[in-house]
């Protein structure tokens, strides 16, 4: 699990990838989020939001990496547009029934994620996405 998690919204992927070492909230508007395992979160959402396979999200290395490592150090990733699509046109329903399927998820794995904090995080997600893809801008994650 990640430490840091912080979702944020950029005008392109060398834009985002400069915040690798010093973190988006100084640069970008960004959303913050700890104990979040957010690679497997996003595939998770866009198989939950529109269909998607885990195993072929997998394969076709979604999410995309931007700058860093998959070790111990800090990572920028790009949500995917499909998810971004997904996400800025999801119905508050929709997004709200996402988010108990995943908390059940976690339920499984015996992590635990609260439906109502599912639901938050969805949700500012849905928005914050939507107010980039109005600005030309795309979403991405830095996780340290």
Same mark, same amino acid.
């Given at each position: ?70 070790? +111990? ?5 790009? *949500?995917?547009?499909? &998810?971004? #699509?997904?996400? %800025?046109? =999801? ?22 994620? +609260? ?5 938050? *995080?969805?949700?500012? &997600?849905? #928005?914050?996405? %939507?107010? =980039? ?12």
């Amino acid at each position: 699990m990640s430490i840091i998690v912080e979702f944020f919204a950029a005008p392109d992927d060398a834009s985002a990838a400069r915040v690798l070492r010093t973190g988006p909230r100084r640069a970008f508007e960004s959303l913050s989020f700890g104990n979040v395992d957010p690679e497997g979160a996003v595939i998770e959402w866009e198989c939950l939001l529109s269909g998607g396979n885990f195993e072929e999200l997998v394969e076709a290395t979604e999410p995309r990496i931007i700058a860093g490592q998959n070790d +111990d150090g800090c990572v920028v990733f790009a *949500i995917s547009p499909r &998810l971004s #699509a997904t996400l %800025a046109e =999801a119905e508050r329903s929709e997004l709200e029934d996402s988010a108990v399927a995943w908390s059940v998820r976690h339920a499984e794995g015996r992590e635990v994620m +609260d439906a109502e904090i599912a639901s938050v *995080i969805l949700g500012d &997600l849905a #928005a914050l996405v %939507a107010s =980039a893809r109005g600005q030309g801008q795309g979403v991405y994650c830095w996780v340290a």
